[in-house]
């Protein structure tokens, strides 16, 4: 247990992470853009000038990511310690799109110019109650999660000025919104960086975005782990016909928006542990194959729903979702009589691949191996599943059930973990006045799902579902807990998008530091 007289004094971390987080929201990086790796570049560039690097003690490297065409690369910077523990530090620092500030779009990533036009109401009084303290910094990035990014690099970097015996690590990813192909080639290097070097990881702590939850007094909310994410594929094969003649065949559209009605907001699919609950089912995408106009209705339609877990796993997770689906089939059945076949069957990718015969299997496998990595996997998953319906010769009205993008996988800390993180928090809320309340889950998909192992790896009923099994990105071997001890704002993915300087950039950066002193 650390003592509260031993805390580094938190005012000496604001003015280091308040100016770097500035410079990294005035580096535009949009997942997919050229930025990203700008953004990384620089990072790496500013390590290279400690003397911690220039002596030796620190080693730097700049790794391409895995499957990515645009190469675009993960930074990592290990602080060589003397004893065997070590601990890392992660951020990602891609930002969804600035289309959405409108006229605004030009201050997004300017945080001082924007702040002041934000206080001023340009988004509205309750932003410019904000602004108007002088306590919110707004920017796209400013709170998901750069100013994380800093948090933790300054960290890093008063860890590489102090006595730390403890191995530290300092990853920056990219692609964290859309692929997460940052934290997936972070997480293989540290496999065989680890044990090579005889290093066992006590912690990993992402240092994403958190905030304000309802009745929680003020508190900062920290997490011991992460919700896990399948996105589901469903892919309906109705039967066409002339707009004139609908009765004569079957709209794949209606009965996918009547499968839609039932998955969206529904509450037997929200999986729970003990008080805390996972986010309603959401529709990602949804539309029917015609790529133009005419007056034929449509052959096939297809969807993607995000549904989340904490206790189930993805085997029960897709057994509920088939009996949803099912459900919703039956309803359209009822209401739809003059339309609706008697016979509409639900098949599950392993269904139709247990069909299929070795010949079949083996075109399959040449026809994934022709899909680029252009293509984005979803609609490699929608690709693989209609043109499995074809060549095992299954005729509409039919549904087919898939995963269509790679597992996330939950992840859980313990108890042990739990203990020691209350009793440093105990002598820095005596400290400094900061309440926080601790969770098991971090409500939102994040990259911490990918840095230790989980047993959602070792369900097989995902592969089988899976058309896209040979990019399934495999499990960690190691076992880290993990933790989500993040910047804490509101509105990330909104033009509101602004994040809490006092707690981001003095107190949070204090208590990552005291948080790895503690480490074993």
Excluded at 84 to 98: A, I, K, Q
Excluded at 104 to 111: K, Q
Aim: glycine share 8%.
């Amino acid at each position: 247990m650390i003592g509260a007289d031993a805390l580094m004094k938190p005012s000496d971390f604001f003015a280091p992470t308040r100016d770097l987080t500035i410079d990294l929201v005035a580096i535009p990086s949009v997942t997919g853009s050229s930025g990203e790796t700008t953004i990384v570049e620089y990072l790496h560039h500013r390590l290279t000038r400690h003397k911690a690097y220039q002596s030796g003690r620190m080693r730097l490297f700049m790794i391409p990511s895995k499957d990515d065409p645009l190469f675009r690369p993960t930074l990592i910077a290990h602080l060589v310690g003397k004893k065997p523990s070590g601990v890392l530090l992660f951020g990602h620092t891609d930002t969804v799109g600035t289309s959405d500030y409108g006229a605004l779009e030009s201050l997004a990533c300017r945080p001082l110019e924007l702040t002041q036009a934000v206080s001023q109401g340009v988004l509205g009084p309750e932003a410019a109650e904000r602004a108007k303290t002088g306590s919110w910094l707004f920017g796209r990035g400013s709170v998901d999660m750069k100013s994380g990014v800093a948090a933790a690099l300054t960290t890093f970097e008063a860890l590489a000025d102090s006595e730390c015996e403890q191995h530290v690590f300092f990853s920056a990813t990219p692609d964290e919104e859309v692929s997460s192909l940052g934290v997936k080639t972070l997480s293989g290097w540290l496999d065989e960086y680890l044990e090579a070097e005889g290093i066992e990881l006590k912690m990993a702590i992402n240092t994403d975005y958190t905030s304000p939850l309802l009745g929680d007094g003020g508190a900062k909310h920290i997490y011991l782990g992460s919700i896990g994410k399948l996105l589901l594929g469903v892919y309906v094969r109705g039967v066409p016909s002339h707009a004139a003649e609908p009765e004569n065949g079957l709209d794949p559209n209606v009965l996918l928006a009547n499968i839609t009605g039932h998955v969206v907001y529904n509450d037997a699919l929200r999986d729970t542990s003990a008080a805390e609950r996972c986010p309603a089912p959401t529709c990602l995408f949804q539309r029917d194959g015609k790529s133009n106009y005419d007056v034929q209705t449509a052959l096939s339609a297809s969807a993607y729903y995000n549904l989340f877990h904490m206790e189930r796993t993805p085997s029960e997770q897709l057994t509920l979702f088939v009996r949803t689906v099912r459900r919703a089939i039956q309803e359209f059945q009822t209401r739809y009589p003059a339309y609706s076949p008697s016979d509409i069957p639900v098949y599950t990718y392993e269904d139709l691949w247990n069909l299929a015969n070795d010949q079949v299997r083996d075109d399959m496998k040449s026809y994934h191996d022709s899909l680029t990595l252009s293509t984005d996997v979803q609609e490699r998953s929608r690709l693989m599943t209609e043109t499995l319906l074809e060549k095992i010769g299954v005729k509409g009205p039919c549904v087919v059930v898939y995963f269509a993008a790679g597992l996330i996988p939950k992840v859980d800390s313990g108890v042990t973990v739990a203990k020691l993180l209350t009793e440093t928090l105990h002598a820095f809320s005596a400290k400094t006045g900061e309440k926080f309340k601790l969770h098991t889950y971090f409500p939102y998909i994040s990259d911490l799902s990918f840095l230790t192992a989980s047993p959602d790896w070792e369900d097989a009923t995902f592969v089988s579902n899976y058309p896209c099994q040979v990019t399934a990105t495999p499990g960690p071997r190691r076992t880290a807990p993990t933790l989500m001890i993040g910047t804490y704002g509101v509105g990330a993915h909104r033009p509101d998008e602004s994040v809490e300087m006092t707690y981001t950039f003095r107190h949070l950066p204090s208590l990552l530091w005291n948080l790895v002193k503690t480490v074993d």
